[in-house]
């Protein structure tokens, strides 16, 4: 889930924090704030990652004012939005939109949060009580970070923690390179990173069976036939748990070759 950092100190006044809908919003004024300068030192990529913020904050100005005070994207029942229904509400798809979005983290104006629930609880996370590294993913107690420059993280309440999911993104980043172009194409990496989140840690596949799995499906009759026209998006491979209902196999020894055919 996305989240705009300092929505409400830098995009709001006393006025506006008030007022239940917007229908405009306040910006920082100057082109000198570090992330700014950051951002447009990246040349092009940073005038795409800076247009897509600006959707996302006109997108944001139209929430309800508690919605709006915790600079997150949530849908109408207070589940986190996708980032797929975000690009769709803002009208815009770009063509990696992964790399947007880290851009955007990398300067500091957005965050990723993590959603948890009761029955799917990540592992805890550790940090040690001192020498935490930067960009270690803890947050800062609420307070803290006050008069900081443009970007910085936002403070939040005392003692919550983010543990980025390293080993995850390691996974997908494999399977995403192994899959198919056009499954890809079909895809996003963002997208692929949000259905992976919904899937429970018991029943997440080890990465050895996960690639063995799509290779599985590169090579079966359905997925080859017609130049790949019924290869599925990766994110709804991984979202319809395809690991599980793998190509039947059969091994053809009529010349000895030891070639495999896939079949469904």
């Not at 965050?111 to 947050?139: F, K, R």
């Not at 194409?185 to 692929?192: A, C, D, G, I, P």
């Not at 029943?203 to 080859?224: F, G, V």
């Not at 599925?232 to 319809?240: A, D």
Request: charged letters at 30%; proline letters at 5%.
């Amino acid at each position: 889930m996305i989240k705009i950092n300092k929505w409400s100190q830098l995009f709001e006044n006393a006025d506006t924090r008030k007022r239940q809908r917007l229908g405009w919003f306040l910006a920082p004024s100057g082109c000198d704030s570090r992330g700014y300068r950051r951002l447009m030192r990246k040349g092009k990529d940073g005038i795409v990652a800076f247009g897509v913020f600006q959707a996302l904050c006109q997108v944001m100005a139209t929430y309800s004012k508690e919605t709006r005070a915790s600079g997150e994207f949530r849908n109408s029942d207070g589940t986190g939005m996708e980032v797929a229904d975000i690009w769709e509400i803002t009208r815009m798809e770009v063509a990696d939109d992964w790399q947007v979005i880290e851009t955007l983290k990398e300067v500091g104006w957005i965050s990723l949060v993590t959603q948890q629930s009761a029955t799917s609880v990540p592992p805890p996370c550790h940090p040690p009580a001192t020498s935490v590294p930067d960009n270690s993913g803890i947050v800062k107690g609420e307070g803290e970070g006050e008069g900081e420059e443009e970007g910085e993280e936002e403070g939040e309440e005392e003692g919550e923690v983010f543990c980025p999911q390293v080993d995850d993104k390691q996974i997908l980043s494999q399977l995403w390179k192994l899959a198919p172009k056009l499954s890809r194409q079909r895809s996003s990496k963002m997208q692929v990173w949000d259905e992976w989140n919904k899937i429970k840690n018991p029943d997440r596949p080890t990465l050895d069976e996960l690639l063995a799995a799509i290779e599985a499906w590169k090579q079966c009759d359905h997925w080859t036939k017609e130049n790949g026209e019924y290869q599925q998006g990766l994110h709804l491979w991984i979202k319809r748990m395809r690991w599980q209902d793998l190509p039947e196999t059969s091994k053809n020894n009529t010349e000895g070759d030891g070639i495999y055919v896939v079949e469904l």
